[in-house]
């Protein structure tokens, strides 16, 4: 069952998170990321959503590679009953389709609470001073619509801050798969 992203609050700070990279078990943390803006996108292995936008978000991470902003990959769905999300997987479909952003581990859940995010894929894109301006779809393609993935509102979005311009407040949420929760872990 699709999950549409929650209206998230313009200007909320961004969380701090210090997590393992599925590559190369380092830990990465928000403060490492010092380019600028900072796009955070929750992904997985296993939704329907994200394989259908997996190749857009390879060719967004390249196409910003030289521009001043970080992006970042982080998955915290529960590993034990979706294992296809394990760390080792993880890892094997970075490597496999060419991820040039580190994807993260989030094994207890709580950096994917202190976003909010709620669904797979969640797109959170924080200006230079870390403040939320964009919390919202990827593009209008989903599994089945036969609309391109072209990556359209959050490029548009990312073009805007890196121009220092505001960023409409009207956005459409993302659509996908739910977090999955760990028994008892689910926000309140």
Not at 146 to 159: E, F, H, M, N
Request: with cysteine; charged share 25%.
């Amino acid at each position: 069952m699709a999950v549409s992203s929650r209206r998230a609050e313009l200007g909320a700070p961004a969380p701090a998170f210090a997590l393992p990279d599925v590559r190369t078990g380092r830990t990465v943390s928000s403060d490492d990321f010092t380019a600028g803006p900072l796009l955070v996108m929750f992904i997985c292995n296993h939704c329907p959503y994200v394989k259908h936008v997996r190749q857009g978000l390879v060719e967004l991470g390249r196409d910003y590679a030289d521009a001043p902003i970080d992006i970042v990959a982080i998955s915290s769905n529960d590993a034990d009953a979706y294992p296809d999300d394990s760390p080792s997987e993880l890892a094997r479909v970075a490597d496999e389709v060419g991820y040039p952003f580190p994807l993260l581990y989030d094994e207890t859940q709580e950096v994917a609470k202190a976003f909010g995010a709620v669904c797979t894929p969640d797109f959170f894109l924080y200006d230079r001073d870390r403040r939320l301006v964009y919390r919202g779809q990827m593009d209008d393609s989903r599994p089945g619509n036969s609309i391109p993935v072209t990556g359209k509102d959050l490029r548009a979005a990312i073009d805007a801050v890196l121009a220092g311009d505001p960023v409409p407040e009207e956005q459409k949420p993302s659509i996908g798969c739910s977090i999955k929760w760990k028994p008892g872990n689910e926000p309140g």
